[in-house]
């Protein structure tokens, strides 16, 4: 662990870029069709569930890491097996949000440049953020934040004068009933993108006041969820339901229906910026906490030593782990979201609580008597 | 000719190795002679016979031999002929019981500050400072009067940051009539100078300032260790300074402010900032810097509110413009093309279509020889440089064009770009920009917009990493304080800028006091009291 | 120090290998081809035919840099054909020199055989899935002509021939409202949905086509060959099934709601299109239910308007006498909305979107009727038609003159 102090308006900046990160761009809940942004906010609830399931075991030991709990409570060599797993685990989400990314910068706008090239730009300068601590990383954030959102102001007051919303798109609502959002919502959104907040347990030990760290956390996350449905109801709403689920990403086609006083067309750039910021963000996040995890089991006293090496490794897993971008999805879907997930995000935290729980309450009682 | 080079080298080893112990051998303090003779013989050697050190020998009343030395130029020589040769000579010492120093000490010497001196070392650091040294022959012991003065510049309107509202003075060369600037606006006995003499050979003077009480303590404590720390040679401009203390060496951003105005130093002083004042340099350091600091002018407070905001927004604009106008030029160019619409494509395709170079040599040529003129504009005596103007206005404008070698557009941008950085208000931020600038235009070059975010993102990881005395550079922004955000890109009415940064201030008193917002109630009345009279009227 | 000297090591490298392997993506604007339309047709052999109209710049935009080529035509034309649209586009560049461009492609123009043939959601999906390519390019049929020849035709005003057919119809569908604009994604929206059919404007040329390729064509105050809007296309499952015009295309505009301003000529006191009302805005609503397993439309319009030419003695100071003629007004507009009902309705295309509203409020049995909607259910439907006409103003003037001689 490095010496770093995180203010909880920075934890705020930092959950909601990570939170929009790449979720914002793909068709997500789509399953759901009409109805997706309900499923995103279905998921967001179990999301918020998730998120105070970190906030407590944190509570417990609020002075240490999570692999350093995770060893007080399963013990020295299973807590570093575990912890071992989630450097992997965050390795990975974070090889995946790259390749999300590379695919996405490919698809759209950079048709002859090889996807490891631009992959590599990116991590190259998140490996220079991340070596520059979590201090840097979080104040960055806050320099971005507020573009972002002005970016994401000015596209809506665009999209809404250009008239492109026919909310006709999202209705009927609940056609199907309400069995299909809710399967949307438990087998996706709620891991991705509500679940990935479990990455900020790495982040917590450093904010100093302790107390408002839920009530922010959940805020960030509420917020996020937010602007996610809202987002999704308005590429539904311009795009249609079928347009929307067979566009990759659906934020662009958006984008790209925007044509105000026959000089504002063709915004790709815009999308492009907050894309790269975003993603940037999310990598960031993923990656240092899977740093941080090392360099605490590995007992190394400067993390940022471990950012090349490490960053290597995320960058060359990015553009291995599927040969197509289809392939890419699917094993997402079917792989990610369906074994990885559920054991990393919600299974392993709430038998860590549990067990964090029996311990504490044994040694309370026993202080009693 | 190896040889000769061999030897030479060895030579200069040698003429190392002597110097170290013949500085050393300075260092301890060496005391005085007794004989005059003597002591003005050591002076002579040890100054190598420089004829701007005047040695005036006297006769005292009682007989003794006297010498009044000092150095030309730097020496007040009125005060000395007035003061000390004067009533040395016109006295007459009748009791001779008392030692002769005390009585020139009390009775003849009519300056303000003298003082003994007993060795060498700091006979030489007053004399060369310009004080006088009046040697007595049979004592061990001098008396150096303050005689410092000669020739300065004297105080004018500051050469860069020209305000149209604010006041004219500027700093000069002399450190005390800087002081004494910003003394004078701030008449408090918690302003507070600290005095050090920083190089071996220079023995340059060098003053902290700061206000006691609204200064962080760590900071001026930090501020006196790093300039404590630095051993060298010399100090010619507060620059050497600038670079031997500031936080991060690797960068283009200037992580210390400099000014040539009083007021700026005396407003950051109230902030609790410190000062660095240097002698022979009109430009004072101030320390620690924040970046928004740089997009800032002193006459954003002496003028409204709303229209400094508007010009801060102004020059943040400008830098952006002045870094990323040709890397967008570029990118979109060669890249986006999709972006444009259709007829000013169509209509810039058409100006490069006779261009042979591609967009990034065609921008290069252009920022290059711009750059040049630019070079060339300020280093040129003043005579000639009208002719410089004409020649690039020709060249850069029409002629390039012309011949087709560069695209009319690239011009606008070329332009748009010199006089947006020629606005930044902060030369040191300026030149910085100037320099990223071509790192975009490549990065744009080869990968278009995403190389310009990139570019952006880097840029932003870098400025976020900077620390200037400890304080983020990018202070009240990120991180974001929100009591400070009053003097930032916006400008706040004075009456509702009411917290010090609270990253350099210790000081949680408030600037200034509860409703201070002009609430004026007698306007109407006192426009004219009997059309209130008549609106009365009639509205009964 | 040694972490920003290697920092630095890295960077350079890194640097000097990106900028040595070239720039990937790279396009500079001397070496595009920027196409402004696109025609496709099919020949004899059954393969598409691509025709693609090429911007000039330097013939465009003129001024000093231009050089001496300003007499040359603004757009060139190059044909190339191919079993798809790929391939063709691909093909073209054995007769060009440069990288074909389609990112300011604003139009895309489908000869009307094309269209008849076959579905036209087969020429849209590699325009769809090109990433260079607009979603928002506008989409015409070339009605009763070739594309290739709409596509070559030149122009006089707008010297880009794309930029003038584009501007016509969106201009058309401003104040005259018998044409519509439709984007490739609206149309591809429109195709995929089986509540709705598509319709889309055709375009079609005056005069002798071989004279209008041809730079005197833009040197006359009349040029011999002129580009102006056709009727509408109606399509059922991408074909094209027929054409409307005049007001029952007026009144199909209406049932999309994309009527922005027209002109109404009514009747009053038995002279026909006495009065001429001025159409500023309007506002149609559709909804849809069903009852005893029958689909019910009713249609609500709201439109606002001003008198723009009244040839009949009448008293317009007279609110009573507005009222009255509000009524006409509403009964043509019926009409018209009527007409273009019914000949939807022969067509058994529905291309109000007539279906979607049912789906927005039955969802339920919509499911079961989606199948056979176009040729069962929405000849059937019955539709309900309520229209509020209102008179804002007359003008500049008051009541007509009236000359008495």
């Known amino acids: 662990m490095e010496k770093a102090k995180i203010s909880l308006y920075q934890l705020f900046v930092l959950i909601l870029l990570f939170e929009l990160g790449s979720a914002i761009l793909v068709p997500l809940a789509i399953d759901a069709k009409q109805d997706a942004w309900l499923a995103i906010l279905s998921g967001l609830i179990g999301g918020l569930f998730l998120f105070w399931i970190n906030y407590r075991l944190f509570l417990y030991y609020p002075e240490l890491a999570p692999p350093e709990y995770m060893q007080k409570l399963l013990g020295k060599i299973a807590g570093t097996f575990l912890a071992f797993w989630y450097i992997i685990f965050f390795m990975y989400t974070a090889a995946r949000v790259l390749r999300d990314f590379g695919e996405m910068l490919l698809t759209f706008a950079y048709l002859e440049t090889p996807l490891f090239i631009v992959n590599a730009l990116l991590m190259l300068v998140i490996i220079y953020a991340v070596s520059k601590g979590i201090e840097v990383v979080a104040r960055t954030g806050e320099l971005f934040f507020v573009s972002i959102y002005f970016l994401a102001i000015t596209g809506f007051i665009l999209i809404v004068f250009s008239g492109l919303i026919d909310l006709n798109n999202l209705k009927p609502m609940l056609e199907e009933g309400i069995f299909p959002i809710a399967k949307v919502a438990f087998t996706q959104t709620l891991y991705f993108p509500f679940g990935e907040s479990i990455v900020f347990s790495m982040i917590f030990p450093y904010i100093t006041k302790r107390k408002s760290v839920k009530k922010v956390g959940l805020f960030a996350i509420g917020l996020s969820g937010i602007n996610l449905a809202i987002t999704m109801a308005i590429n539904i709403g311009v795009l249609g339901v079928d347009l929307a689920s067979r566009s990759q990403f659906p934020l662009l086609s958006t984008i790209q229906s925007i044509q105000v006083a026959e000089f504002l067309e063709r915004l790709d750039v815009f999308f492009m910026i907050s894309m790269v910021i975003c993603i940037f963000f999310k990598v960031s996040i993923y990656f240092y906490a899977a740093v941080a995890i090392a360099a605490v089991i590995f007992k190394i006293k400067k993390p940022s030593k471990l950012t090349y090496p490490m960053g290597m490794v995320v960058l060359f897993m990015s553009v291995t782990i599927a040969s197509s971008y289809a392939e890419h999805l699917k094993e997402g879907l079917e792989f990610g979201t369906r074994y990885v997930h559920p054991f990393f995000l919600v299974i392993i935290p709430m038998l860590l609580l549990g067990i964090a729980f029996i311990k504490n309450r044994k040694r309370s009682s026993h202080q009693k008597i | 000719m190896t040889m000769s080079l061999f030897s030479l080298s060895k030579k200069m080893k040698k003429l190392k190795i002597q110097k170290k112990p013949a500085q050393q051998h300075d260092l301890p303090a060496k005391a005085l002679q007794s004989s005059l003779q003597e002591q003005i013989d050591y002076i002579k050697e040890k100054t190598g016979n420089s004829i701007d050190v005047v040695i005036r020998k006297l006769q005292l009343g009682d007989g003794k031999s006297a010498a009044v030395v000092f150095v030309e130029g730097i020496a007040d020589s009125k005060a000395i002929n007035d003061f000390l040769i004067e009533s040395i000579m016109n006295k007459h010492p009748v009791h001779n019981s008392q030692p002769i120093f005390e009585i020139l000490l009390k009775e003849v010497v009519a300056l303000g500050d ?427 | ?352 979107g007539f279906g979607e509203a049912l789906h927005r409020t039955n969802p339920k049995e919509w499911k079961k009727i989606a199948a056979k909607w176009n040729d069962i259910y929405f000849p059937e439907v019955k539709i309900d038609i309520v229209v509020d006409a209102f008179i804002r103003r007359t003008g500049l003037r008051n009541n007509p003159h009236q000359v008495n001689k």
Not at chain 2, 317 to 344: G, N
Not at chain 3, 42 to 60: H, S
Not at chain 3, 312 to 341: F, Q, R, Y
């Open chain 2, 114 to 540: 003298v003082k003994e001196i007993t060795d060498w070392d700091n006979l030489y650091l007053s004399l060369m400072s310009g004080e006088s040294i009046i040697l007595v022959d049979g004592a061990q012991k001098a008396l150096s009067a303050s005689t410092r003065g000669g020739e300065h510049r004297s105080i004018q309107e500051p050469g860069s940051q020209v305000t149209v509202r604010g006041p004219r003075d500027g700093f000069t060369e002399s450190i005390r009539t800087n002081t004494a600037l910003i003394r004078r606006r701030i008449q408090n006995p918690d302003l507070w100078l600290e005095n050090m003499k920083i190089g071996s050979v220079t023995k340059t003077d060098v003053s902290m300032m700061y206000i006691k009480g609204i200064a962080k303590d760590e900071i001026v404590e930090e501020v006196r260790n790093r300039l404590k720390r630095i051993e060298i040679d010399s100090i010619l401009e507060s620059g050497y300074i600038e670079q031997l203390i500031e936080d991060q060496p690797f960068t283009t951003f200037p992580t210390l402010y400099h000014t040539e105005r009083p007021d700026m130093v005396a407003g950051n002083l109230l902030e609790g900032r410190v000062a660095i004042i240097v002698n022979g340099t009109p430009f004072v350091l101030i320390a620690p810097a924040v970046f928004i600091q740089f997009f800032q002018s002193v006459e954003d407070y002496y003028g409204r509110a709303d229209i400094a905001t508007a010009l801060r927004f102004l020059r943040i604009l400008i830098f952006f413009i002045s870094i990323i106008a040709p890397a967008a030029y570029i990118a979109v160019t060669t890249f986006h093309q999709e972006m444009i619409p259709t007829q000013l494509l169509v209509a810039i395709a058409a100006q490069r279509e006779t261009v042979p170079f591609p967009a990034l040599v065609e921008a290069l040529i252009m920022e290059v020889s711009f750059e040049i003129l630019r070079e060339a504009g300020v280093r040129m005596p003043r005579a000639v440089g009208s002719a410089i103007s004409i020649v690039g206005a020709l060249v850069i404008g029409q002629a390039a064009v012309q011949a087709g070698i560069v695209s009319p557009a690239m011009v606008i941008i070329v332009a748009i770009t010199a006089i947006a950085n020629f606005a930044t208000p902060a030369f040191a931020v300026a030149i910085s920009a100037r320099l990223i600038r071509f790192g975009f235009m490549f990065a744009a070059a080869t990968f278009g917009f995403y190389g310009i975010i990139l570019g952006v993102i880097i840029l932003a990881v870098h400025l976020c990493s900077l620390r200037s005395f400890g304080v983020p550079y990018l202070t009240p922004m990120a991180p974001l304080i929100p009591a400070n955000l009053g003097d930032t890109i916006v400008r706040l009415p004075m009456w509702a800028q009411k917290k010090r940064p609270r990253l350099f201030s210790d000081n949680k008193e408030n600037r200034v006091g509860d409703n201070q917002k002009p609430q004026p109630s007698q306007s109407r009345g006192m426009v004219n009291s009997a059309l209130e009279k008549g609106d009365q009227d009639e509205q009964n």
């Open chain 3, 1 to 352: 120090m040694n972490k920003i000297n290697r920092l630095m090591c890295s960077l350079v490298i890194i640097g000097t290998a990106l900028l040595l392997s070239g720039c990937w993506s790279k396009k500079e604007l001397t070496d595009l081809a920027i196409v402004a339309a696109l025609g496709i047709d099919k020949n004899e052999e059954g393969r598409y035919v691509g025709t693609l109209q090429i911007i000039n710049p330097g013939n465009v935009a003129g001024g000093m840099q231009g050089g001496g080529g300003t007499q040359g035509p603004p757009v060139s034309v190059i044909t190339g054909t191919g079993d798809s649209i790929v391939e063709l586009s691909r093909r073209t560049s054995r007769k060009l020199s440069r990288r074909l461009y389609y990112a300011h492609t604003n139009l895309v123009v489908i000869s009307e055989e094309l269209a008849k043939e076959e579905s036209i959601s087969s020429i849209l999906d590699p325009l769809e899935r090109d990433a260079e390519f607009r979603s928002t390019a506008i989409i015409v049929i070339a009605q009763g002509e070739k594309a290739s020849d709409i596509v070559k035709i030149l122009t006089l005003i707008d010297k880009i021939p794309a930029n003038k057919v584009i501007k016509t119809l969106k201009f058309t569908e401003r104040t005259w409202g018998e044409n519509i604009s439709v984007s490739m994604q609206e149309a591809i929206k429109t195709l995929v949905s089986p509540g709705k059919e598509l319709a889309v404007s055709g375009f079609r040329i005056s005069g002798d086509v071989d004279k209008g390729k041809k730079m005197e064509n833009t040197q006359q105050t009349e040029p011999s060959s002129l580009l102006y809007t056709g009727s509408l296309a109606i399509f059922k499952k991408g074909k094209l099934i027929a054409w409307i015009d005049g007001e029952t295309a007026r009144g199909s505009v209406f049932l999309l709601d994309k009527l922005n301003a027209s002109a109404i000529a009514v009747k009053w006191e038995r002279k026909d299109e006495a009065m001429v009302y001025e159409l500023i805005r309007q506002k149609t609503k559709v909804m849809a239910k069903m009852e005893k397993g029958k689909p019910i439309v009713s249609i609500k319009v709201q439109a606002e308007g001003n008198i723009g030419e009244a040839r009949v003695p009448i008293d317009l100071t007279n609110p009573d006498v507005l009222l009255k003629v509000e009524k006409v007004i509403e009964k043509e507009i019926k009409k018209e909305i009527t007409m273009a009902v019914k000949q939807a309705q022969k067509n058994r295309s529905d291309i109000f």
